[in-house]
């Protein structure tokens, strides 16, 4: 790698937002088309990224060093590869790094108790076949988003601000390879994204934004206190005290799980759970949140009914992709074990989250919240795909976020333009639309298709994939997802046909319907314009042409893939050596070695 | 000085304290309020200097030239809020201005 | 022919149909009309020059020989050592491909041409066009698939289309919710066919016990069931696993070819334009059911359970069927369920293994059937879109030449000796006599269907086309333009002549052109009724379906039997033949209206009421809380202050105390 795109992609929409700081609030024409320039530079760089990743997708840091137990690591793979990838040191300075790798290439005689464990955090960026992907349909959302921004709408340089902000924070968390990075850029996301929520959109927006960061900060709290109890767990198993993402992996997969499985409360022992799985609820929670699985979902509902068009095409797009981003890189990655315990309980929270956000949808009659409903109900396939725990699924998994996030843009873009045009959300003062819009009407309706899951189209893919993996585990929780399927039909045929088809009926101005009959033509509403027209053309394409030929989508995760459902040793490749259960085994404290090499 | 005088600055050190802490409680015009402040801030210095010269360091002073630094930058501060606050039209009065509360 | 020349034909194929679809839809209304009207036929027949070319190309090459797989593109594969999903389009041109091509493109062409005619004072003309042509493209992919992943895209397209022009004239709301029941239906269809894919995908073993991990046909049958070398890939014949499989696949079929339990959407599905009835609800999609059925052929042989449900369930659909027709009224209804009722008859036909027969069948039905109601389209074209059979009468003279051709589709229909369907019934029912459950009794049942066939048949033609005319339209009625004409008349001269092709009696055996061309595919038929038992059965079928048409003849023609003799001797079977055997009021009672209740209670009381509840709990405590609190701030300052103070006296004495 000879210059730092990563690192280039990550902040170029920070310092577009401190560029639009320094321009004058009242020259709008300025601050839009920086606005873009910014966020299509982004998303320009990230496409660079995307094909140099399709082009060599197992190119990156491949070898841990030092050793495990006695056993040399010196030829096992790193057991995630990461390409793209930059390091700097910073509070736990050279001197600490330094002696880290003193010790790994010491081996085990190297580091004693005596080890002063250094805050060992760096700046460590790098992405893999997941997130590579995410970053890409992060630039276009935000493209999208910046450009989707209405020539009426208030304030638009704060806006646009606060947007660059949120993309820096949001691009962080996906490439971020350092778990205070990580938990830095998780809550630095929520910051603008809270302010763009508040200052912006329906009446309701102030109680929206106070629900939505309350949620995801309580969740928060609970994976801060995870980060540091994996710290100081994996820190005095092996004597490495380290933030460092893939060490992290490569220790947590072989120490947390040795553990006694007893909590000492009161003097009375409990023994239910293991410290990996405490870890693994703890993370799960804030993801859950962030996604949102069902128990925890009545945020997203006011977020998403009070937002505005160009906030929720990348709110809804990817920001509710990161609890799903967060539950493969962390849960996946750090608690296989706990996974695999686990895995009754989040199959069985996908499953109500795709049927009780598709009977919600089915019972809407606000077609924002028809959208927000049915998002609920896609990402439960998505968590469904990731805990059927086999590369089936996965994939399946990781292509359906990427879909998901174009075809949730792409509705609440064409639900947005009918606000703009009529002033309601009401499913049933409008009808027919497919007379006066026939462009509006073949748009959504491929964004419709794609939404349920139809072959040919991109979710299909996603949705085939995740339903197979699933069914590998439980043919049970599979058929029960299908179900969701069907309704998923039902409910976006509802919103088609309601909006676009049966007698033309109009939304007035004062409140009063003009209906018009049959051969009336519906006058006065115009068709979408060429600028709508560029924003949904690419979503539209995306949805084709990746369920036409989503071979390319495929083989950039699939090496990722595939290390995932490795990490717990199960796996028929299993790379890391497998250690011996007991705490006996555990007791002196040894280095295992770093990924931290570049 | 000898030590005999030490309770005595002590004492008055107190006592200017108490007169500007009950004068920050009871005044209602923000420039009297002000200078209560100023006038605790000073009844801290002469008990820093006095402290000082009791155990014989510079420890004392040096505490004191921060505290009258602080207590000069603050007349900065201060003086433009209150002159901002008058220039706003709401008078001179510190009851008047409750917007903290809510 | 070589792989070249094979792979031209096949991106000819697929991709003109394709190519009329785009140009029409990215052209939008900025297409004119003129050039629709070419290309919108233009690009089916083309196809079927292409078909025809590959047919002949296949002709070339030896009996055993004629299945060619073409790769298309590489779809996706997670594939490696890890054993996860892969799958590539490939296509499969064999014999039975060839022939489900040939009836696509061809009746479908003669249909767009028909279109042209009929679609002309549409202002949807261009639009039409572009769904037409997407429709055979989805289609000749469904048929044309070499894998189950893109059998189900084809699958899941077709019910697409289909919805798409049931629901073409948006504005009608019947129009409207007829798509979404369609719709809908099939997607519980596709859903049945995606799980039955799963578990070909996850249980198929190789000859060693090897998990195949494999979606391709070839390879499935070649590990399944009886072939030359026999292998149970799926585990032994007639256990749970296959059995599984073959009603999962029979549910997708029952979906697509309106096979009781999923067989309501079809009568609803006549809101669609005329010639979207005849090419997709009579000639090719609705017979995909059967295409499956006949294509998992050893699926199906190994689980005889399955196949028997099949054929049990496809003659019961496909008496059902021909009662209802007996008492509609709607000229397209009547066809519609004369189209469940024949369909019934193939699928019980493929269940119980005589597959060229159903195949037979599913050819020569869609002649006549895309006969019918293209002349029915002619008939309601004629007399200003009314479809109610009492509104019309005595239009023989009117339609010269409709007329004729629609009685040439109800003599094949009805299974008169020497048309189409009397070939295609007789063989069909001829090998229920010794094959499948309850070996005669189906044949009996299928009987009946005949005489009930051919009873409403004959009713429909002479309530329509005898008599006076019954209303005012009908009086007025004027002939169609020659290009709707013309492909009716095509159509009648296949439907009256395509039955030589199966041509035997020296023995009565089904070895004939489409047999022996298919035998490839589905080897020889398991048994055949000897000679003299089938020609008795045939005299004895044929007799009565002429029966049939004699009674009809007795009640409409001479009115010599009452017509509300049934109505009013047995009242409630002629009203559960009107009310359709209540079939939609029981699915909208036990399962439309439990979904849109268990929505609205979800919506009305669990959100609410459980979750957000939950929250504003939480919400609500903490606010008291603060509100108890709230009262220590009054804005002023020096409030703020006093407190301050007197907490700063107290920790300094609490430290002074603890200090000394």
């Keep these: 790698m000879t210059w730092p795109i990563l690192g280039i992609t990550l902040f170029l929409p920070l310092l577009g937002s401190a560029v639009l700081a320094l321009i004058p609030a009242s020259r709008t024409m300025a601050v839009r088309t920086v606005g873009i320039a910014f966020a299509a530079a982004t998303f320009a760089l990230s496409l660079v990224m995307l094909v140099s990743f399709y082009a060599t997708p197992k190119v990156g840091s491949a070898v841990l060093g030092g050793s495990v137990h006695g056993r040399s690591l010196a030829h096992v793979a790193s057991p995630i590869t990461f390409q793209f990838q930059e390091q700097l040191s910073w509070l736990g300075s050279t001197r600490a790094l330094g002696q880290f790798r003193q010790a790994l290439n010491q081996g085990n005689n190297g580091v004693n108790q005596a080890f002063a464990p250094p805050i060992n955090f760096s700046f460590h960026i790098g992405v893999d076949g997941l997130a590579v992907w995410m970053v890409a349909l992060t630039g276009l959302l935000f493209l999208l988003a ?216 089915l019972g809407q009659r606000d077609i924002r919240q028809i959208v927000a409903y049915s998002s609920i109900s896609h990402l439960g396939f998505v968590v469904l795909g990731i805990f059927a725990l086999n590369v089936d699924g996965l994939g399946g998994a990781i292509v359906q976020m990427v879909n998901h996030g174009i075809i949730v843009a792409g509705l609440f873009l064409c639900v947005g333009m009918l606000e703009v045009r009529f002033g309601t959300r009401d499913l049933g003062r409008m009808g027919g639309l497919a007379r006066p819009m026939p462009i509006m009407a073949g748009m959504f309706l491929v964004l419709v298709l794609a939404g349920m899951g139809m072959p040919l189209m991109n979710s299909f893919v996603g949705e085939f994939l995740i339903l197979l993996g699933v069914f590998q585990v439980s043919p049970a929780w599979a058929v029960a997802a299908s179900l969701g399927v069907v309704i998923a039909c039902w409910y976006m045929l509802r919103l088609y046909q309601g909006l676009t088809q049966g007698a033309v009926r109009i939304p007035g101005t004062g409140g009063e319907e003009r209906r018009a009959g049959g051969s009336v033509s519906g006058g006065g509403v115009r068709d979408l314009r060429a600028l709508e027209i560029a924003l949904l053309a690419p979503l539209v394409a995306v949805c084709i042409g990746v369920g036409i030929y989503p071979s390319p989508i495929i083989s950039t995760i699939r090496f990722n893939a595939s290390q995932y459902m490795r990490l717990d040793g199960r796996g028929p490749q299993a790379l890391m050596p497998t250690l011996g259960l007991g705490v006996a085994s555990s007791s002196a404290p040894q280095p295992p070695g770093g990924g931290s090499a570049p | 000085m000898n030590h005999n005088l030490f309770p005595g600055f002590i004492g008055l050190s107190a006592a200017l304290f108490a007169i500007g802490a009950v004068g920050v409680l009871v005044r209602r015009n923000p420039i009297v309020v002000f200078m209560c402040i100023e006038l605790m801030l000073n009844a801290g210095n002469l008990a820093l200097i006095a402290f000082g010269r009791f155990t014989h360091t510079m420890d004392g002073q040096v505490f004191a030239l921060i505290v009258i630094t602080v207590a000069a930058s603050e007349v900065v501060v201060g003086l433009a809020l209150i002159t901002g606050v008058f220039r706003s039209g709401r008078g001179l009065d510190v009851d008047e201005l409750s917007e903290m509360r809510e | 022919m070589d792989a070249a020349t094979v792979r031209l034909l096949v991106a000819g194929i697929l991709g003109l149909p394709t190519l009329g679809f785009l140009v029409v839809t990215l052209g939008g209304t900025l297409v004119p009309r003129r050039v629709v009207r070419l290309l919108g036929p233009g690009v089916i027949v083309g196809a079927f020059a292409c078909v025809v070319l590959l047919t002949v190309g296949v002709l070339e090459r030896a009996p055993a020989d004629r299945s060619i797989t073409v790769t298309l593109w590489h779809w996706l594969s997670l594939g490696g050592k890890h054993g996860g999903f892969g799958a590539t389009f490939n296509v499969l041109v064999d014999p039975l491909s060839l022939v489900m091509m040939g009836v696509i493109t061809g009746v479908g062409g003669l249909i767009h041409i028909y279109s042209v005619g009929y679609m002309a004072e549409d202002r949807g003309f261009n639009r039409f066009f572009a769904y037409m042509n997407f429709f055979i493209t989805s289609m000749l992919v469904l048929v044309l698939s070499a894998n189950l992943v893109f059998l189900i895209i084809g699958w899941a397209m077709v019910a697409f289309a289909s919805y798409a022009l049931i629901a073409f004239w948006y504005e009608r709301p019947t129009a409207v919710a007829a798509g979404r029941k369609a719709f809908i239906t099939q997607v519980i269809g596709d859903v049945g066919l995606v799980l039955a894919a799963f578990l070909i995908f996850l249980n198929l073993r190789g000859r060693s016990g090897n998990l195949l991990h494999t979606v391709d046909f070839a390879t499935i049958f070649a590990n399944v069931g009886p072939g030359a070398h026999f292998h149970n890939g799926l585990g032994p014949a007639g256990s749970g696993l296959v059995t599984v499989i073959g009603l999962l696949l029979f549910a997708g079929a029952a979906a697509k070819s309106a096979q009781w339990p999923l067989h309501t959407w079809l009568p609803d599905a006549m809101e669609g334009p005329t010639p979207v009835s005849a090419l997709i609800h009579a000639a090719t999609m609705v017979t995909a059911g059967v295409y499956l059925v006949c294509r998992f052929h050893p699926i199906f042989e190994q689980a005889p359970t399955a196949g028997a449900v099949v054929a049990v369930i496809g003659m019961g659909t496909a008496l059902m069927a021909a009662i209802i027709g007996c008492t509609q009224f709607d000229i397209k209804r009547v066809i519609a369920y004369s189209t469940m009722s024949q369909i019934g008859l193939m699928i019980f036909s493929a269940g119980i293994g005589a597959y060229s027969a159903a195949i037979f069948q599913l050819v020569a039905h ?78 009996v049942a299928g009987v009946v269907v005949n005489v009930l066939t051919s009873f409403y048949s004959f009713r429909v033609l002479w309530v329509t086309f005898h008599g006076e005319a019954h209303g005012e339209e009908a009086s007025k009625a004027h002939e169609a333009p020659r290009v709707m004409v013309g492909p009716v008349l095509v159509l009648a001269a296949l439907a009256a002549l395509f039955g030589f092709t199966n041509i035997d009696f020296g023995t009565f055996h089904p070895i004939t052109i489409v047999a022996t061309f298919l035998a490839p595919v589905f080897g020889p038929i398991a048994r055949v009724p000897a000679p003299g038992v089938a020609l008795l059965a045939l005299l004895v079928g044929t007799a009565l379906s002429m029966g049939g048409l004699g009674l009809a003849f007795l009640v409409y023609g001479r009115q010599a039997i009452a017509r509300d003799l049934v109505p009013r001797r047995a009242p409630w079977v002629y009203q559960l033949s009107l009310q359709k055997f209540y079939w939609d009021e029981v699915y909208d009672a036990m399962l439309a209206r439990p979904m849109v209740g268990l929505a609205t209670a979800c919506r009305r009381v669990i959100e609410p009421g459980v979750f957000n509840g939950a929250v504003d709990g939480v919400r609500s405590a903490v606010q008291t809380l603060a509100d108890d609190f709230r009262t220590f701030q009054s804005g002023l300052l020096r409030d703020y202050a006093l407190v301050f103070f007197v907490f700063a006296v107290i920790g300094l004495l609490v430290l002074g105390l603890h200090l000394t």
């Design chain 1, 146 to 361: 910046a450009v989707a921004l209405s020539r009426r709408e208030d304030r638009p340089r704060s806006f646009l601000i606060l947007m660059g902000l949120a993309e820096t924070g949001v691009i962080g968390v996906l490439v971020s390879l350092d778990l205070v990075l990580f938990y830095f850029f998780w809550e630095a996301a929520l910051i603008p994204l809270y302010f763009q929520l508040l200052g912006w959109g329906g009446p309701r927006r102030g109680a929206a934004a106070l629900k939505f960061i309350i949620y995801t900060v309580a969740g928060s709290l609970f994976m801060l206190l995870a980060i540091l109890g994996l710290y100081f767990i994996t820190g005095a198993e092996t004597g490495v005290y380290t933030f460092d993402v893939p060490t992290q992996i490569a220790m947590a997969t072989q120490v947390i799980g040795q553990h006694p499985t007893s909590l000492t409360i009161f003097g009375h022992v409990f023994t239910f759970l293991t410290p990996e799985q405490w870890l693994f609820l703890a993370f799960a929670l804030a993801f859950a949140i962030k996604v949102p699985l069902v128990p925890f979902h009545t945020w997203l509902p006011d977020a998403y009914g009070s937002g505005t068009t160009p906030f929720l095409i990348f709110f809804a797009g990817i920001v509710s992709k990161l609890g799903a981003f967060g539950l493969i890189r962390y849960n996946l990655a750090l608690f296989p074990q706990a996974s695999h315990f686990f895995q009754p309980v989040m199959l069985a929270l996908g499953v109500t989250s795709i049927l009780y956000g598709g009977l919600m949808a």
């Design chain 3, 366 to 443: 869609a002649f006549f059937k895309a006969l019918l109601f293209m002349a029915a389209g002619n008939v309601i074209h004629g007399i200003g879109g009314e479809q109610d059979i009492r509104q019309m009468g005595g239009l023989r003279r009117r339609l010269r030449f409709t007329y004729p051709a629609f009685a040439v589709g109800t003599l094949a229909l009805s299974g008169i000796p020497l048309f189409a369907g009397w070939f295609s019934k007789e063989e069909l029912l001829g090998n229920g006599l010794v094959l499948g459950p309850a070996t005669p009794w189906l044949w």
